[in-house]
C-alpha cells in the first residue's frame, strides 16, 4: 500500500528514526556478539596453549566455548535480518519478475518471524526448565539458565526486527528505492 506524496514526505522522518533506532540495537547487539566470540577465540587459544606448555587445558573451556558460541550466534540473527545479510538463493528469481520477486521476499520475511516468535517461545520454555531444575555445566557448575538470556533477548529482538521489516516493507515510504 503505497501512501500519498504529502503523506509520505510527512511520514519518512519517523521511518528514519526508526530505521535507526532499530540499526543501533541491532548492531548493538551483534558487536556484544563479537566481542564474547572474541573472547572465546580467546578462550580457545589459552587452553590451546595451557595444554602443549603445561600439559593440561584449562578447566571448562569447552563450557565456556560452547556458551559463548550459541549466545554469539544469536545475538547475529537480527542485524543479519535487518540489513538482508543472511544467505539468499536467488538464482532462479533473477529471471522472475519484480512483483514475484517482492512477493517471494515477503513471503519469506513472514515465514521467518514465525520462525523467530516459535524459536523465542521454545527458548523461553526451555530457559524456565532448566532454570527450574537447577542445571548446571559440569566443570564449572555455572547454571546453563545464563547461556539462555542473551539467546531469549536477541530472538525476542529478532521478532521485534521481522515484524519491523515487515510493516517497512508495505507501509514505509520509498521501500522500491531503498532495496528492502
Known amino acids: 500500500m ?47 596453549l595451557a595444554r602443549a606448555f603445561l600439559g593440561s587445558g584449562l ?20 542485524y543479519c535480518q535487518l540489513v538482508r545479510a543472511h ?12 512483483w514475484l520477486t517482492h512477493f517471494l521476499d515477503a513471503l519469506a520475511d513472514v515465514l521467518f518471524l514465525v520462525i523467530a516468535i516459535l524459536l523465542t517461545w521454545r527458548l523461553s520454555v526451555g530457559a524456565l526448565d532448566v532454570l ?23 530472538c525476542g529482538l529478532l521478532c521485534v526486527v521481522c515484524l519491523y521489516g515487515l510493516l517497512r516493507r508495505f507501509l514505509g515510504p520509498g521501500l522500491h528505492e531503498s532495496g528492502r
Open 2 to 48: 503505497a501512501m500519498s506524496g504529502g503523506a509520505e514526505k510527512r511520514a519518512a522522518p519517523l521511518w528514519a528514526m526508526l530505521d535507526r533506532g532499530m540499526h543501533a540495537v541491532a548492531a548493538g547487539f551483534a558487536i556484544l556478539g563479537g566481542l564474547v566470540l572474541s573472547l572465546v577465540a580467546v578462550i580457545t587459544v589459552g587452553s590451546i
Open 59 to 78: 578447566g571448562g573451556d569447552y563450557e565456556l566455548v560452547e556458551m559463548g558460541c550459541a549466545m554469539a550466534v544469536f545475538t547475529f540473527l537480527p
Open 87 to 98: 544467505a539468499k538463493v536467488d538464482f532462479l528469481s533473477r529471471w522472475f519478475g519484480v
Open 132 to 154: 527450574q531444575y537447577g542445571e548446571s555445566t559440569m566443570v564449572l557448575r555455572l547454571p546453563v539458565w545464563w547461556g539462555f538470556v542473551p539467546a531469549v533477548l536477541s
